[in-house]
């Protein structure tokens, strides 16, 4: 039966007769036999299969070369070579599907500009490989994180006639193009949602702790390495919660995250240390082991004025934090990860519940060394009048948004939650400096290939 690779590799002894199936990625001829290393993508390392001359199938050996896919049954032997602790001595091998040598990963160390303009064969390579083994590996902790905590999993609509962030950067979905609204598959504008926080506090209003895990999209032109318009986002809910609880759930997410991924990618973290960021893991082992600084807004902007610092974007109390601000504070201020919260109400959406000083609203944003803002959370206006008159104040028109106002007309309660972009996290725990290298195909300004 066939094993994976990661299997072999870990068998804790020789077995008589094993089969492998992968690709190949080097192949070494001498006169009586080959060396042939095979990757299955099962593990950032491969097994080495020696073929002798003669075996069955050892006439397409010339056909087995880089990117080929190959079968190989044969024995699992202790390894002659160093590094490695087992090897297959092959008794017959298949050649699956060749390569030509127009293969495009025949040579180590491609650009990353290059990689994502092969991004259906850039897994192949060990640094994609272990950073698409991460993300799974992310997207079940983050699974295991809430279910220890007894929340609930809700799927909220992709499709949506709301604009959670009210800030307008949406994709239209139509079936009428240029026609009317009224028209329209669903007789009404519709669009992609840029968050399932409204529809999941829905839930959170009947199951208490909830979260979202799936796609959002976002039309912002923004040609960064850390936006795509296309990315995940985790978002729980909590009933009869309030900004400090959310805060402290935030973080307790971010350091348990980042223990799993310690944990279990040992393998990979290798690389990612290796070959991009060689300081990777002292700094996730000190956020797992340390705490996350906190400092109200009004504070972070003062400690911005005071550094005399002269940055691109001129700092004053109002203003929207800029990546170059935010990577100051928790770069230069608190040396870590660093909770900011109460920011200015004007510059928020309309949900964020209001504090009593008139100015700012119960917001938080958690920002990390190296990426900057990886979750932006609230806790929300749970006061009707107050909502209400928010939202005319915004413009929004309250047709769409009655069901909104309900959850707030009938059992109210106090709640929070938080949103946390996936490919964000992923950033921070491999070090890769470009969304675009931690999904599969990228989705950015002008480029939507695959
Ligand atoms: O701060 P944001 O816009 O918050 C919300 O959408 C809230 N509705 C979340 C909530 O309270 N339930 O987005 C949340 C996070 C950001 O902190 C960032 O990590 C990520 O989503 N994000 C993006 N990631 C990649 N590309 C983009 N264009 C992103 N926009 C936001
Ligand atoms: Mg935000």
């Known amino acids: 039966m066939r094993q994976s690779v990661k299997n072999l590799l870990k068998s804790p002894s020789a077995q008589a007769s094993v089969e492998v199936c992968g690709w190949v990625r080097t192949r070494r001829d001498s006169k009586e036999f080959s060396f042939m290393e095979i990757n299955d993508g099962s593990s950032l390392q491969g097994i080495q299969a020696i073929v002798d001359q003669g075996i069955p199938g050892s006439e397409d050996i010339s056909k087995m070369a880089t990117g080929a896919s190959v079968r190989v049954l044969g024995e699992l032997i202790e390894s002659q070579g160093k590094g490695q602790s087992w090897e ?192 990777l893991r002292p700094r996730l082992e000190g956020l797992a082991s340390g705490g996350f600084g906190r400092m109200s807004y009004t504070e972070a902007v003062e400690r911005l004025l005071k550094s005399g610092k002269k940055f691109e974007y001129p700092v004053e109390w109002g203003i929207n934090l800029q990546s170059e601000h935010e990577r100051y504070l928790c770069e230069e201020v608190v040396n870590g990860p660093l909770t900011v919260y109460d920011y200015p109400k004007e510059i928020k959406p309309f949900y964020m519940r209001a504090n009593d000083d008139g100015k700012t609203a119960t917001a938080m944003d958690v920002l990390v060394p190296g990426v900057g803002e990886i979750i932006g959370g609230s806790q929300r206006e749970e006061r009707y009048d107050l909502l209400k008159a928010r939202m005319e104040a915004d413009g929004l028109d309250l047709k769409d948004y009655g069901w909104y106002l309900d959850l707030r007309k009938y059992g109210t309660v106090p709640h929070a939650g938080f949103g946390a972009g996936f490919e964000r996290l992923l950033m921070y725990v491999t070090g890769m400096q470009n969304i675009r290298d931690v999904i599969s195909f990228a989705r950015t300004p002008g480029s939507c290939e695959f």
């Open 88 to 279: 297959v001595r092959a008794t017959k091998v298949e050649l699956v599907g060749e390569a030509p040598d127009d293969f495009p990963l025949q040579k180590k160390g491609h650009s990353p500009e290059f990689l994502r303009s092969i991004a259906h064969l850039r897994p192949r390579t060990n640094l994609y490989g272990a950073v698409f083994r991460m993300r799974s590996r992310l997207a079940y902790a983050v699974h295991r994180f809430f279910n220890e905590r007894d929340f609930t999993y809700i799927h909220t609509p992709i499709i949506t006639a709301s604009d959670c962030e009210g800030a307008g950067e949406m994709f239209r979905v139509t079936t009428n193009e240029g026609g009317k609204a009224e028209e329209d598959f669903f007789g009404k504008k519709t669009y992609l949602t840029v968050s399932g926080q409204l529809e999941g506090e829905t839930h959170a209003c009947a199951l208490s702790n909830i979260y979202t895990f799936g796609p959002t999209f976002r039309a912002e032109n923004s040609n960064t390495t850390r936006h795509a318009a296309e990315f995940w986002m985790i978002e729980p809910e909590m009933a009869f919660c309030n900004l400090e609880g959310d805060m402290d759930l935030a973080e307790d997410f971010i350091k348990f995250l980042v223990k799993d991924v310690l944990d279990n990618n040992e393998g990979d973290l290798s690389i990612f240390e290796k070959f991009v960021d060689k300081g």
